[in-house]
């Protein structure tokens, strides 16, 4: 009697708990289910502007390198190429001290102005860089998908923009509780028209590249000077030419924020900025003063290649490789070189035999040597 109560008891038990299952499998279905379903949705909902905020930490921050947009082809919408990186400050003072000393500025006795200075731009150099971090962006009302962060902090991503959301402006969409403003710009071109293409070392801001120790002061131990006369002389072919302005340099990404700030207190028209990737803690540290011969090109070439109908004026320097850059440019892209301006800074003639090499091939009347802005001839043609 007792065996068949305990068989009865133990079948209903184990009926109780095969019901049980069934019921809490429906809601699991369910869930997983709704979870695929809400997953579908924000993907719908991102293709159409809509999506998640930008997670970053309080010490985290995020900066946008200014860049072109080009009109789609026989469209009113435009492609750009939203670029930045995401990174923590470095605040250990260890690091700044051995950054000091592989700077060769162990020895060296600075002002209370200089070591402020140095501070500041050597700390641009000590950050921690965020990986897999997801970017988004907001143009006017509409929100864009800019990629996501790599194992150096960079991160890029491909926006097409309409007529509306077509704001030279834009800024990172952070979370509700987050009040940080992170911006950015970019700069829409038209197929046609003039661009700059300009150096920045010696070229409009002084740095003396051919002289290490006064480079390492100019860089890192000084308040970037501008060279005299080239801010009006741009601002000149901003206003009264249309001109279009990209900045290049061999300098690296972690002076874009005092380059930028530079340029906009000296009143040089903005533009889109091109600089060498470089990380101090890697073998690329020691290519920080080296020759741009294979840089320059490798970011001026795919400019011409996107926007193959524009004139294009390349500024430069004599202090380092631009003369040689620039003429084998000209012989590529002859119909897209309008013009060649060499800034003089090692007190070579024009018929110098490094200039009649440089600039083989090349029509005498596309390229000029100057020493004083006053000097360059009309920009138009």
């Known amino acids: 009697m007792d065996g068949h109560m305990i068989t009865n008891r133990s079948i209903h038990v184990r009926q109780q708990q095969i019901d049980r299952r069934r019921l809490h499998g429906i809601p699991r279905r369910i869930t997983v289910c709704g979870r695929w379903l809400i997953g579908f949705i924000a993907l719908l ?21 200014p860049s072109a947009a080009k009109r789609a082809a026989n469209t009113n919408e435009w492609q750009a190429e939203i670029r930045g990186c995401v990174f923590e400050p470095e605040k250990r003072g260890l690091t700044l001290a051995l950054l000091r000393e592989t700077l060769d500025l162990k020895d060296v006795e600075m002002t209370p102005a200089e070591e402020k200075i140095f501070n500041e731009r050597a700390r641009l150099f000590l950050v921690d860089h965020e990986r897999g971090k997801k970017i988004f962006v907001r143009f006017g009302e509409k929100v864009f998908p800019a990629g996501k962060s790599a194992a150096n902090g960079k991160f890029a991503g491909k926006v097409v923009l309409g007529n509306a959301e077509l704001k030279r402006a834009f800024q990172a969409v952070l979370s509700s509780e987050d009040s940080r403003i992170f911006s950015g710009e970019v700069f829409p071109l038209e197929d046609e028209g003039v661009s700059v293409i300009s150096d920045i070392d010696d070229t409009i801001k002084i740095t003396e590249v051919r002289d290490k120790n006064a480079t390492l002061r100019n860089t890192f131990l000084r308040e970037f000077q501008p060279v005299p006369g080239m801010a009006e002389f741009y601002r000149t072919a901003a206003t009264e030419r249309n001109v279009s302005f990209h900045y290049i340099s061999a300098s690296p990404w972690q002076l874009y924020e005092p380059l930028v700030a530079f340029v906009r207190s000296n009143g040089f028209p903005a533009g889109t900025f091109e600089l060498k990737e470089f990380r101090w803690k890697d073998k690329s540290f020691f290519s920080l003063f080296a020759s741009p011969e294979k840089y320059k090109p490798g970011v001026i070439e795919p400019l011409l290649k996107q926007f193959p109908k524009r004139k294009f004026i390349l500024v430069g320097d004599s202090g380092e490789r631009d003369p040689e850059i620039y003429g084998a440019l000209a012989r590529k892209f002859p119909g897209q070189i309008f013009r060649i301006l060499i800034r003089d800074v090692t007190s070579e003639p024009a018929e110098s035999p490094r200039y009649q090499k440089a600039f083989r091939d090349v029509p005498t009347d596309k390229w000029q040597i100057f020493r004083e802005p006053s000097e360059i001839k009309c920009l138009c043609e």
């Open 45 to 65: 909902l991102a293709g159409q502007g809509y999506s998640q905020p930008t997670r970053i930490k309080s010490d985290e921050r995020v900066i946008f390198y």
